[in-house]
């Protein structure tokens, strides 16, 4: 929040407008609606909202598009910044990520061994002279493919070299148990000799005779060679299964997250949210199948309407997104885990259509039984909550899930649902004004 405040204010805008909504254009002020339903029910959305918008608030069509694209974007987006790890806020958060701090460097560029640090001096790598070092660059241990070391540090700027141990500790010990966990890993991120002692979220041993990802091949390999469903009734009654799925041990972790979170928004936030139990909510819960309004994507998909109504209210960034969703669904490196010549497709389908799965959309020439066999327990439950709770996102979720995958790979997932998450949001506002203009 601090950042975004700053850079309103670097780019001329109005103090007062910081003040809260009430001193906010009342032509901004009248999206709050309609940006906090996208960003947590956009099923929920009406064709009188938008009425609302273009009828007594001043809006012009072309103007609502570009704003719903931009909303779409700015939720999604959060999602893949609590996902990947990535917080650049001016006071750290406990049970976060962060960039590295100049000691959590230290002890990497040190071995493990922690040295004093000149206070007011640029600290530098062997070989680079006196080159500062900047501390605004990702930490290795949550995008890198292999252990950290000190050729993969980026540079720290010498005014954070003074930084107070008091919100260092937290990530020293983070950046010490990552690195001891990995000291005898082989291909970024798989089976590890960790440290049973390790804490902090670093990933623990692995003890199965079979992978992860040896399973993850073997069932990619035996659905490609079965016979499709071809049923429309089977079919719907999966994605339903998948779609109402009331999984305790998912409803225990977040219960068990909730319980740190404070029901009191903080200051800086509270001046801009109305109703802070607004939130998401499960699209279909066990019990109300019956009761499912489902998205069918053969009735409104983005190919066949999305894009042209886009390009017409919104010249040319219809283009745009289309390279953007075709990119984060057909990227491939045809590895995994370190494994090569591995196609991902299933793996890649059954992320992308669970996603949208979850905000209520159905792709009718999809088996949604896949889901379940691809995408473990674990890993549904990171999706759903990078998805639908980003901020409840820990470290220690990150590394326990797709333990055997690269950095690179979990940030494609995270890409994935950022992309997915924006085609949701943006179809059904998209399709609501279609309805308005009809």
């Not at 949550?142 to 010498?158: E, H, M, R």
């Not at 005898?184 to 003890?207: E, F, Q, Y």
């Not at 972790?253 to 939130?279: A, H, K, R, Y």
């Not at 940030?411 to 943006?426: F, G, R, S, W």
Request: aromatic share 8%; net charge negative.
């Amino acid at each position: 929040m601090e950042l975004q405040k700053r850079e309103f204010l670097y780019q001329a805008g109005d103090p007062q407008w910081l003040k809260g909504l009430d001193s906010a254009p009342q032509k901004l002020t009248s999206l709050y609606h309609i940006n906090k339903v996208m960003a947590h029910r956009p099923w929920a959305l009406k064709k009188e909202d938008f009425l609302h918008l273009t009828k007594k608030a001043g809006w012009s069509l072309s103007e609502v598009v570009h704003a719903v694209v931009l909303l779409a974007h700015f939720h999604s987006l959060s999602s893949f910044i609590h996902g990947c790890g990535i917080s650049p806020e001016v006071v750290d958060f406990d049970k976060g990520h962060s960039y590295l701090d100049p000691v959590t460097f230290n002890v990497i560029a040190n071995g493990g061994r922690s040295s004093p640090l000149p206070s007011g001096h640029g600290t530098t790598l062997p070989g680079q002279g006196s080159d500062p070092i900047s501390c605004m660059s990702p930490s290795p241990s949550l995008l890198g493919d292999s252990t950290p070391t000190a050729s993969t540090i980026n540079k720290l700027d010498k005014t954070e070299i003074s930084a107070s141990p008091s919100k260092s500790s937290g990530l020293l010990r983070t950046a010490v148990n990552h690195m001891n966990s990995n000291v005898t890993s082989t291909g970024g991120g798989g089976s590890t000799n960790s440290n049973p002692n390790t804490s902090g979220g670093a990933s623990l041993p692995i003890k199965t005779t079979t992978s992860e990802v040896e399973l993850l091949l073997a069932t990619m390999k035996n659905l490609s060679e079965m016979i499709p469903i071809k049923d429309p009734e089977e079919r719907k009654k999966r994605f339903e299964t998948v779609a109402s799925a009331d999984d305790i041990h998912e409803k225990e972790n977040l219960m068990n997250t909730c319980t740190n979170i404070s029901g009191i928004l903080p200051p800086e936030v509270s001046p801009f949210v109305n109703d802070p139990d607004f939130g998401y909510e499960d699209f279909a819960k066990r019990g109300q199948l019956s009761d499912l309004h489902t998205f069918r994507i053969q009735d409104y998909s983005w190919e066949e309407h999305g894009f042209s109504l886009v390009n017409r209210l919104y010249a040319d960034v219809g283009g745009y997104l289309d390279d953007k969703f075709k990119v984060a669904q057909n990227m491939t490196y045809y590895t995994m885990g370190g494994r090569p010549h591995v196609d991902t497709t299933k793996f890649r389908r059954a992320v992308w259509n669970y996603i949208q799965c979850l905000y209520g959309i159905r792709h009718d020439d999809y088996d949604y039984g896949e889901v379940n066999q691809l995408l473990e327990r674990p890993l549904k439950s990171y999706i759903k909550t990078v998805c639908c709770y980003p901020e409840r996102i820990t470290k220690s979720d990150y590394d326990n899930v797709m333990r055997e995958f690269k950095h690179s790979e979990k940030v494609h997932v995270n890409l994935m649902i950022m992309e997915a998450k924006i085609q949701a949001e943006l179809l059904y506002a998209l399709r609501t004004i279609m309805r308005l203009i009809l």
